[in-house]
């Protein structure tokens, strides 16, 4: 799914016009990105949980060399899933 297609669905189902659909979606993910930038989590209920992240430095290793490198230390943003949106997609996977 991608920003256009959320900008249709709330032109299609809420009746906005596609101007102020992709607005919202912008606004939307603008709020997500300043708030994960000033380290606050944010959670959206009966979808999951975003929080950033300290990683450690660690060894890694290029797949096309092998050879060793250092990963520096760097913060990463996690996901987690609500229990909600874990069973809907257990449910899906018991379909297939």
Do not use: Y
């Amino acid at each position: 799914m991608t920003r256009k297609d959320l900008t249709n669905i709330l032109h299609k189902s809420l009746g906005f016009n596609l101007k102020e659909s992709a607005r919202i979606v912008d606004k939307f993910f603008h709020i997500i990105i300043d708030n994960l930038a000033a380290h606050n989590d944010v959670k959206l209920p009966k979808f999951g949980s975003l929080k950033i992240q300290d990683r450690e430095p660690r060894l890694g290793r290029n797949p096309t060399t092998g050879e060793t490198i250092q990963i520096s230390r760097r913060k990463a943003i996690a996901f987690r899933p609500s229990k909600s949106l874990r069973k809907k997609l257990s449910e899906s996977s018991n379909l297939d």
